[in-house]
């Protein structure tokens, strides 16, 4: 089927059950960002492949509502599909309400797949639309009819991690969930997002493409916990390891039937944000419900020591394929023909070759040129470009490890460097500096931490139109929350032991694209009359490119940052490399 189609087959039944208007939004029953191939919807409707963005779909009116990260990429996407490009212009809000309660008249109805819509967005949606005398319909799945051969669920098998990598035991971790519970005053607490669950029980598996999780609910009270999975993901010596945890083990569609068998006396702890509205409609009117985010959501954005110490050591091993891969890339340059493609597959071979590796934590973003001005551009075979002896090259990448989570992005000159591209990437390596060097109080919020960043950008009237930073997982997803740096005004503190990017960039559409990212540990700094203060370490471990600095928009202070960086980079990845690896990055070490 063509996607206008597709458009064509969503209308009709929406024609036979007097539904208005239709909303598809990037999600799965665990609200996850990145989705199991059964749940990407909106790839199958209209062909965006974005990770974030809602379909809203009229009679007369079908649009995408996306943030400025996917512009261009969906303005080409889109082409020919049905559908329009609508520009967010606050990332994450869900502007199409809006759109709705103005564009529908009073007494229509929207509809929704309750599976793929968070508690917390649809009683929003409920609230807003209330107002402009528009209903709700629940539970309305048009596209499973349409999908002749959409994926079934996937069925990779999961594995148990070693206390040892961990730093925490399964039983320690729901002993803390049972005193929150205990707190809150609530008997059970249903955990749905998949991150989570893989950190409560030490779990790990392949079921969604570069997070290492598994499709599972579960539901802990003080006495029992019940981990709902596929039972045939598990082998004998793991299911025995859960059972003599007390943990019991159904089948992953039963979480539905033991949510609605909750007895009336009872409280329910969920996160409202990170649980699927069908679930949440299963509940008892007579249970109680306390909306809150998962505890376990707080407790693993805290490194240990244990995932502290095993993270620095990643961070080594990832710094050492990353320079093998750019010297090779220096070589190949000369000799050979190279496209975007095959650089990344390049980059993967040589990250396979380190200990504990899994996999990409993220699809390589490889961007020469005019695509290095798009955020999250993935090539393809369409869109595969030859990398040339001239202009700038983009690579955001990442890998999973069993000891941690790395993500990366840096830039490179092929050839003839223009002033504006020196000035632009100095200014975002000062801003990157700026944020990885911030001293701040107890208590700071992310937003402040974007500020502080961006400003060096701002003073010569320039900025970018995405957050400055995420959290990111101990062998889990890239990106993790709570915490994040981006201007919305959320109120979760920056706490030691949080791992988070700093990424500033600027971008020039259909020009060229800079973003230079570490990753940061916030630890102590000192303690004064004044309070607390916090600062960051640097965790990530590979050369930044000097060759495209214009030193006179650096003060001292930021050079002596990067050479200190440099010093510090050589001496961890100095060991393990020889030969002209390691006279490579004695080079790109050396201070300027």
Known sequence: MTYQEKLSGIRRQMLQDKVDAYIIPSADPHISEYLPDR???????????????????????????????????????????????????????????????????????????????????????????????????ENKDYLDSLWADRPGLPASPAFLLDDALTGETVPSKLERIQQELKRKRA??????????????FNIR?????????????????????????DITKLGTADRSRLKSWGIEVRPYQEVHQAVAALTSSSAILLDPKRTCFAIYLQISADVKIIQDINPSTNFKAIKNETEIANIRKTMVRDGVALTRFFRWLEESMVHEEETEISVAEKLYTFRAE???????????????????????????????????????????????????????????SLGNLTQEEKADYTLVLRAMIEGSTARFPRGTKGYQIDAITRKPLWDHARNYGHGTGHGVGYFLNVHEGPQVFNASNLLVDVELG???????????????GIRIENLVLAVPDETTEFGEFYTFETLTKFVIETDLLDKTLLETRHINWLNAYHAEVFHHLSPFLDGEDLNWLKRKTEAI
């Open 354 to 412: 380190q200990e504990g590796f899994v996999g990409e934590s993220f699809d390589t973003i490889a961007g020469y040129a005019e695509h290095g001005a798009l955020p999250h551009y993935k090539a393809t075979v369409e869109s595969d470009s030859r990398l040339m002896q001239d202009g700038l090259f983009l690579l955001d990448s990442g890998g999973q490890y069993l000891q941690g989570t790395t993500d990366i992005t840096r830039v490179v």
């Open 187 to 200: 008997d059970y607490h249903l955990i749905s997002s998949l991150d989570d669950i893989a950190w409560v």
């Open 498 to 512: 949080m791992v988070t990017s700093v990424e500033p960039g600027i971008y020039r559409p259909s020009r060229y």
């Open 39 to 137: 749940y990407k919807c909106i790839l199958f409707a209209s062909g965006f492949t974005g990770s974030a963005g809602t379909l809203v779909i009229t009679q007369d009116f079908a649009g995408l509502w996306t943030d400025a990260r996917y512009f261009v990429q969906a303005a080409e996407q889109l082409q020919g599909t049905g559908f329009e490009l609508v520009r967010l212009v606050a990332q994450g809000s869900p502007e199409y309400i809006g759109w709705l309660a103005e564009n529908l008249d009073a007494y229509a109805t929207v509809a929704f797949d309750s599976n793929l819509i968070s508690v917390q967005l649809a009683q929003t949606i409920q609230e807003e639309l209330s107002v402009a005398d528009i209903k709700i319909a």
């Open 205 to 229: 598996g392949a079921d969604v493409k570069c997070n290492p999780v598994t499709l599972a609910f579960a539901l802990v009270s003080a006495k029992s916990t019940v981990l709902f999975i």
